[in-house]
């Protein structure tokens, strides 16, 4: 017993000294290497007689960034130079299409084309890029030539000041899509990007994507490029919209796709959302449909008749978009019209439920001529007596509880007055 621990004890020692003399051989490479640079460094400043102020600063920024262990990214993964080149196209198209499906156009383009990502990668379209802190990722007046997706970390823009004002800082969040003006337009940037922590993005280069977008007629994909015309028409005029009203920010720190598709045209909207639509559905395929088996089919069909559209935040969160109106109509006494309960169809049970009276409606449809609609079919016999004085627009995000998905609901919420033969009624 003695032997069989002392022979254990001797491979075990001798297996944990190598261990420790392979750690402090890379320790020692790695600290040459940072030794070198910082050598090499101070040769530079030394030689180009680099001021002793801005010499510390930068000894000591580079001093911060060595000690970093930055993300890996493809191009610092060596072994990938290894694989065959259809063996390292497909682990790209796989490593970048959870990305790519993040944007409402590229993911369309993605179904029509199912090689799409490959190629954007074998010709340089999509790649991944770091900064660290402090970085900056464009400055005001460059020309725009790439959109980028943040994926990790957080960034900080600053427009333009106008008049000799104070710049507009916006907060840059993961999950945005930054500057796509440089798709659809020729663009200078209005402001500049700085990266506050380190920051991983995926980089889409603008005329490389454009020589893709040019050959679609060429590969007859005519219905691919009325639906390109239709989002970069809409995507303009947002653009046009907030560049008028000041709000820079909006532009270049994440256009809200939602936005853009809901000005698209129908067949358009409908290819987009029919994307989403099976991509949420490959999602929820076991969860979601034990719990709620009709909610897909309910949710397929709420589409297809316009009442909902399904968009693919960059955060890769698909949400979906409702379009409500309700109506508040209230007497002198203040007192209001509201529903207080609601029946299960199944089980004839009532439960709680507090709303005002209202409907959903097209995304296309007239909120006013909706509403009035809604009076003359469902409070008919009291038409006349109500009297719409105004309307408010909100905009809420929860988790619908018919379909279990993420809902950003746009309200116009019309107020109106109730009376009777032209006099207002009294409770009494």
């Known amino acids: 017993v003695n032997i069989t621990c002392l022979v254990f004890g001797l491979l075990f020692g001798s297996s944990l000294i190598s261990q420790l003399s392979a750690s402090m051989v890379q320790m020692n490479l790695v600290r040459k290497e940072e030794l070198s640079r910082m050598r090499d460094l101070r040769r530079y400043l030394t030689e180009n007689k680099v001021s002793p102020e801005l010499a510390r600063v930068v000894g000591r920024q580079l001093q911060i960034r060595l000690s970093m262990e930055a993300p890996l990214i493809e191009k610092n993964v060596k072994a990938l130079d290894l694989l065959s080149g259809t063996l390292h196209l497909e682990l790209l198209q796989n490593v970048f299409s959870q990305f790519t499906t993040r944007h409402a156009f590229l993911s369309l383009w993605m179904e029509l084309d199912f090689n799409a990502v490959k190629d954007w990668c074998r010709n340089g379209v999509v790649e991944r890029i770091i900064l660290n802190s402090g970085d900056e990722l464009f400055s005001s007046s460059s020309v725009a030539d790439s959109m ?41 940037h209005r402001g ?202 909100k905009t809420e995000l929860k988790e619908s509880e018919n379909f279990g998905v993420q809902t950003r609901y746009h309200r116009e919420v019309f107020l109106a007055k109730y009376r009777v033969s032209g006099q207002e009624y009294v409770h009494r």
């Not at 600053?158 to 798709?183: F, H, N, R």
């Not at 490959?282 to 949710?299: D, G, R, S, Y």
């Open 148 to 188: 980028y997706l943040l994926i990790n970390g957080r960034m900080s823009y600053s427009a333009d000041a106008d008049d000799g004002g104070q710049s507009q800082k916006t907060e840059v969040v993961e999950g945005t899509w930054i500057c796509e003006t440089s798709l659809w337009l020729e663009w200078q």
């Open 192 to 393: 500049s990007m700085v990266a506050d922590t380190t920051c991983v993005l995926i980089r889409v280069h603008g005329q490389k994507l454009m020589k893709f977008f040019s050959q679609m007629a060429c590969q007859g994909m005519e219905e691919g490029l009325d639906h390109l015309l239709s989002f970069a028409s809409a995507f303009r005029d947002l653009v046009n919209q907030y560049t008028r009203s000041g709000q820079l920010h909006r532009v270049e720190a994440g256009i809200d796709h939602a936005s853009v598709v809901l000005a698209m045209n129908k067949d358009s909207q409908m290819a987009i959302c029919d994307v989403f639509l099976r991509q949420f559905e490959e999602q929820q395929a076991t969860t979601f449909a034990v719990k709620k088996p009709k909610a897909i089919k309910l949710l397929t069909d709420e589409v297809l008749a316009g009442k909902a559209l399904l968009i693919r935040e960059g955060s890769g969160n698909i949400v979906r978009i409702a379009f409500v109106v309700a109506i508040r109509i209230s007497r002198s006494d203040t007192c209001i019209l509201a529903q207080i309960a609601k029946q299960n169809p199944d089980d004839g049970t009532w439960s709680a439920s507090v709303n005002l009276p209202g409907t959903k409606m097209n995304s296309r449809e007239v909120p006013k001529q909706v509403a009035e609609k809604f009076i003359q079919k469902e409070l008919g016999v009291f038409e006349s007596d109500i009297i719409i004085e105004g309307s408010l627009q």
